[in-house]
Nanobody, 134 residues
């Protein structure tokens, strides 16, 4: 089972950018799809993005509808890390961001949703806080 550690969160002004990292330990992330999720106080956890493993024949990436071309997920298997580049941040993006793993490929989203469901992911990081404020 791979262990995941998120980093890169912090305080950013509205309109600013952050790059979150999800580092793997105990196994190579190249065998795993990595999903990004977020949860704000008083709100349900929601899917942000998912990127399939480099060994998957299905290379689709998924983004939540709210992303609107502001975020980009990528992976660097040599560094055993997946990244989430977030641009044009607003106060609505403030949350704890988590990464999670699923073998090989991103699970199919449930009907009516844009990202795979959280319950399909098996290993989770501890989260990194993103605060958007002037």
């Amino acid at each position: 089972q791979v262990q995941l550690v998120e980093s890169g969160g912090g305080l950013v002004q509205p309109g600013g950018s952050l790059r979150l990292s999800c580092a793997g330990a105990g196994d190579s992330l190249e065998h795993y799809a990595i999903g990004w999720f977020r949860q704000a106080p008083g709100k349900e956890r929601e899917g942000v993005s998912c990127i399939s493993s480099s060994s998957s024949t299905d290379r689709r990436t998924y983004y939540g509808d709210f992303v609107k071309d502001r975020f980009a997920v990528s992976r660097d298997d040599a560094k055993n890390t997946v990244y989430l580049q977030m641009n044009s941040l607003t106060s609505e993006d403030a949350a704890v961001y988590y990464c999670a793993s699923h073998p090989i490929r991103c699970p199919e989203p449930s009907r009516g949703t844009a990202t795979p469901p959280a319950f399909r992911f098996t290993s989770w990081g501890q989260g990194t806080q993103v605060t958007v404020s002037s």
